[in-house]
């Protein structure tokens, strides 16, 4: 831009100061505001509308549109180019200045939008900025904690060294001191050893010179008093010392160390010959192990079967060496032991596959029955805790009580107190507790008299029954001889025993109000057969009873009975359901109890 | 049990005649022998003067009485009660006098162990061995009676003579590699003799009859060392204690150690069984008072005592030597096997009152024996395995593999039992007092059960 000012020198101040204004205007603001402080009286005097009004006039109306278009293909708009829609006329062609205006437009958005991310920008690197500066200050505090610890540790190390140095030269001092000391010992002792050889050696003369004076005295003191002598304990004479005498005694300590020594080698010679045999049967154990272990596993393994035949020789080496044994100790007893060494070592082998085996099958056993037992054992211990949780809570509650109890033994006003509480709740508890009782009571007052309705009603129905067997019976008596149809038919209705539904059929249609009797009678006789069985007495009895008020009209009094029983039961539909889920038997109780209460 | 009644002795001086038929005891200047199993008087002889020691010849037919102040030996005849002997060592002083095995002949030392002087009864003859060694045992007799050994020292060193103790001669004559030759014992064989040295080395050597070293044997270094040395009678096992309180037992064969028994404050072998004497005061009842009339007074002051077999693990009462005096009182000062060689009794010298019972077969501790009061005397039954012991009060103490059991001596004026020996049938026993003797009866049918 600098550049262009100098070929525009000719140009007003006035413009140059628009122009100048103008190519500030898409600056910031501050720029602007910087340009408008620079340029105090413009700004003062003028707007920018103005200012911009300034800019072209009529005038200079090419010289704007060249200047544009100069500034234009400055900024690399080249292509369009603002020209006047007529040389010298005021109005411009339209649309290469729009585009123009627009492509400025587009530009100047560019820039704002690139200048909000500078500032977005620059606000973060501020922010970082402003961090790095404190994390700065923290890196220099902590070095100069670190480097004040260092030379307090510098400050203790010398402290040490220095210790050390002392604590070296008292070494050194004590070392000193200990040889000192050792060499004085040893010096001692070389002087005392010295002394006392000296002391040995003076005392050693001094009882030379006191045997000698004692000698040369002829102490007459020194002397045996024997009346008479004695004879050798062992009863000989003695001899004169001679050197057969001596040469005897030689003979005699060696006679008797030989013979020490004989025994104790026959003592060897006994526990060797032990030891050998008790070596004999370990081979001999052993190889027996060895062919059983063998045995089995020769025939699927060839070298077990060439061992086998190793081992064979072998003992028949032993048994060899085993005779030979006496002849040649040496040979016999390097063959035994090498045998045997070979026998164990195969043993050795052996025992040490066993050994692995049983590692492996342990491990295997172990890893098998681990799984289900530590699952059970937790389970278990898991059932244990509770169990013990359980059993600690039991404890807890007791002891609390415990506590409670004996609490108030200890504080008699809050004793008192808690002692009203309880037994306000313990009134409230008796009295509900009173309340169900009561209720309980007179249910069991209503039972019993139930009961006792009920026995009474037994003991009629009872008496009841006792009649109606008598008229029975009186009946069949009667009927015995003088009316011999009459009881046939009777007899024909007992073989129908079982299928009494015909009979009440035929019956509902001769007697209307018997058919609700009879319809209950089907409807409990056909779901329990199984009690046909059971009451055959009662359903004949029944029958005898229905037959002889049908049959015979000299009963009116039971028949009567029966027809106001159905009466009572055509009225009371419930009563008769209850009766119906009796037996057989309790249909006429109830009805006959019925009647008597009503 | 039985107690044979009280009679009078001096210095101790009371022993059983070797075939165990007399009981020969000294009484200020007179001896008196006496039958053993009637106890009447045979023989009373009177000495010159207060006897200081008294002996047995080995074929029970002379008494040798010695009286060192006097330099004075009188010998007696048991048969021929007019036949004397009288030896006078003169001004030459005596310290020490022995018969030698054969019973003919008297070894006497002189004072300052200028010289041993052996007198022959059979010819008066006198011949001197000169140089012996003042130490703990410098002469022994190979249990045979054939031969004598004698530690001497010439010249600042250690040399051993072996004799032939039929005639004196001189057998043997060798140099020990010892720094200051302590003691010799000669192997029950009497084929090996072992030699150890003073307690400031721990050494102990063994040489064959012949003079030749067949193994030496040191245990540590720069420690006071060896203590005691006791071989078994089978000569199968040496057994060595040592200021370090412990015991170390070597083979006949190869001469190395084959057990080490510590002596421990506390017990926690589970196998031992530790017994321990308790003392208590006893009221006395109406029927001791009926039955034992005559030893009331004793019993009345005196407590009764009997043995508790303590739970493991046992505390033993250690007393601390003073490190500052000669021959500190630690370590194991005495050893005993029994006469079957099965077991070992021991006593460590900072714990005076327990005595230890090895097992050798199984070559452990077997039991112990823990006393109210300092042990003053342990010996064997001469032919069971049974220990007898005293500790210088009116009891008497006896262990055996099947218990412990204390009993009291029913004497009056509190019979003190300072010291005690066996018959040599083991079926009594002779207990001494200050100056009295008391001999005790053994129940051989209770023995036999």
Redesign the interface.
Known sequence: MGEWWTPVPTETSMGNYDISSISHVTMSPSRQNNVLSMYPSVALSKSSYSVISAFCTEDNITQCISYINQELASLGLSSTCIEASSPGGASLNTVPALNAMYELLQIHRRNMCTLEALEKEQLKKSSSLEHMQMSNSRLKDQLELSIREKSGLHETERQLQLKIKTLQNCLKTEKDEVQKLQSIISSRASQYNHD??RK??E??KL?ER??QL?VDRK????????????????GKR??W?TAK??SS??G???K??LS?YEA?QKA?MVENAELKKVLQQMKKEIMHILSTRQSPIKGADADDSHEQADSDGEEKAGDCSRETLDQSCEHAKEQLTNSIRQQWRKLRSHMEKLDSQASQMQNHLDSNKEVIPREAHEDEMERMRCEVQQCKEFIHAQQQLLQQQLNPSFDDETAALLNDCYTLEEKERLKEEWRLFEEQKRNFERERKNFTEAAIRLGREKKAFEEDRASWLKNQFLNMTPFTDRRRCSSSDGHSALSIKSEPETRMSSTKSRVAKSSTYATFSTPKPAQNAFVPSTAELYRTLRLIPDSSSSRPSNRGRWQESSAIEDGDALKSKHRARCGDLSIFSLGEDENSLS | MNFSEVFKQSNQLCKVSPDGKYLATCVQYRLVVRDMSTLQILQLYTCLDQISHMEWS??SLYILCAMYKR?LIQVWSLEQP???????????GLVSSRWSP???HILNTTE????ITV?S????A?SYI??PKACQKGLDFSRDG??MALAE????KDYISVF?C??W?L?RHFETETQDLAGLEWSP???VLAVWDSCLEYKVLLY???GRLLSTFSAYEWSLGVKSVTWSPSSQFLAIGSYDEKVRILN??TWKKIAQFEHLGTINNTKAVVYKEVERKTAVCSDDLSLHNITIGSTLFNTQSKYEICPLPVQIPVVKPDPDRANPKIGVSFMAFSSDSHYLATRNDNMASVVWVWDMQKMSLEAVLEQTSTVRCVQWDPRRPRLALCTANSKLYLWSPAGCVSVQVPSEGGFQVLSLNWHCSGDSLILLGKEQLCLCYMDTDQEDK
């Open positions: 006392a050889k040995e050696r005392a050693a009882k006191l045997g004692l102490d007459k003191k020194l002397a045996i008093d024997v009346l008479n002598c004695l004879g050798r304990s062992d003695s001899h010392k005498t001596t005694h030689e005699e300590m060696y008797s160390l020490d104790s060897l | 080995s074929d330099g007019d036949w004397h002997c009288k030896i006078d060592e003169g001004s030459i054969d019973g003919r300052f162990h200028l010289r007198w009864l059979c010819t008066k006198v000169k140089y054939c031969y020292r010439r010249d600042c032939v039929d005639d001669h057998l064989n009497g084929c064959s009859l012949d006949h064969i």
